[in-house]
């Protein structure tokens, strides 16, 4: 990003300013590396599916020619493309790690230095095969993280997992939570069609009219509701439009998670939430809002049938969420 008329804009040439001014790229305890940008630069805002696509099938094709990966991504969409990648690169083999910076590269206190080198080197030494994200000294699982803060260096966080590894003066890798390698990445990646995947946050006074609106033709919708995975049920009005669209001939996947940073979607506790699995929702367990959308979405866009991607949606693909998780309730 760089200073314009209109706000902060990304621009090609700081990166490459910015990178020449870094002699510590060049020493020979940091691994050599190739810097390829992806056109257009975009504002992490403007990012799309057709985006996702865009970095996995770069990585696809150069997965050969290196031992990781290193994604300068902006901070407000990151965690989307994390989990997307994490869905998109089933049987990844090499570290993936997205990171960026809460301070434009041109800012004297930018954060971004010290992202990129560590970055650098967690993706050419360590064996860690999974999509994650690094950030104020922390490693985390990409499809776990979600962004807590959008000042503060510490601006990433994950509620149901500890970080792959924290960085100090040493880097120590919590290797007990890394996943084991997969089988290699697929040759090709598409997009079989564009499904519509739509995020609700539930709110007190949700209208069954609005309900219906978002209901209405899509193929999947995460559905974050309250605490442990309770949804207002008085009257039953909702929940019946729920029911009819997880029953119709083209079904629309519903998938609960938590609006809570942490913790597991239980749908036995509570009557609410008993009444959303006998409406057909589908339990998110301890998946994040980000992860339960990107996974509908890759899911359904790879070409699977919603009875499919139903079972899929609770299944565990890439570290996003913990089967055995119980709720504390």
């Not at 706000?7 to 990178?19: C, I, N, T």
């Not at 519509?196 to 974050?224: H, I, K, N, Y």
């Not at 008993?274 to 998110?284: C, F, H, I, T």
């Amino acid at each position: 990003m760089a200073a314009s008329p209109d706000g902060l804009v990304p621009q090609r040439e700081v990166l490459d300013r910015y990178l020449a001014s870094m002699p510590e790229l060049q020493r020979p305890d940091v691994p050599r590396h190739h810097v390829e940008l992806l056109e257009p630069l975009l504002d992490s805002a403007d990012m799309a599916p057709a985006d996702w696509l865009r970095i996995a099938k770069a990585i696809v094709a150069r997965d050969a020619e290196f031992d990781g990966f290193v994604v300068l991504h902006g901070t407000d969409t990151m965690t989307h493309t994390a989990s997307a990648l994490s869905f998109l690169l089933r049987g990844l083999r090499k570290p993936v790690i997205l990171t960026g910076a809460q301070l434009s590269l041109e800012h004297v206190r930018t954060d971004g230095r010290e992202h990129i080198v560590t970055s650098i080197i967690l993706a050419g030494t360590t064996k860690i095969p999974e999509v994650c994200i690094y950030f104020a000294d922390r490693l985390l699982r990409g499809n776990r993280a979600q962004k807590i803060h959008n000042t503060h260096f510490l601006a990433f966080d994950s509620g149901n997992l500890a970080p792959l590894a924290t960085v100090g003066a040493r880097i120590k890798i919590a290797r007990h939570l890394i996943r084991e390698p997969g089988g290699g990445l697929p040759i090709s990646l598409r997009f079989e069609r564009v499904p519509q995947v739509v995020a609700l946050r539930v709110f007190p006074g949700l209208s069954r009219v609005l309900l219906d609106t978002v209901l209405e033709g899509a193929d999947g919708v995460v559905l974050e509701t309250y605490g442990a995975g309770t949804f207002p049920h008085r009257g039953g009005a909702l929940l019946e439009s729920i029911r009819r669209a997880t029953s119709a001939t083209k079904p629309t996947v519903v998938v609960n998670v938590s609006q809570c940073h942490g913790g597991v979607v239980d749908q036995a506790t509570y009557a609410s939430s008993r009444a959303l699995a006998d409406a057909g929702v589908v339990s998110g367990v301890d998946m994040t809002p980000e992860a339960a959308l990107t996974k509908l979405y890759c899911l359904f866009a790879a070409g699977h049938a919603p009875a499919d991607v139903r079972r899929m949606v609770g299944e565990d693909l890439a570290g996003e969420l913990d089967p055995t998780a119980v709720s504390d309730v």
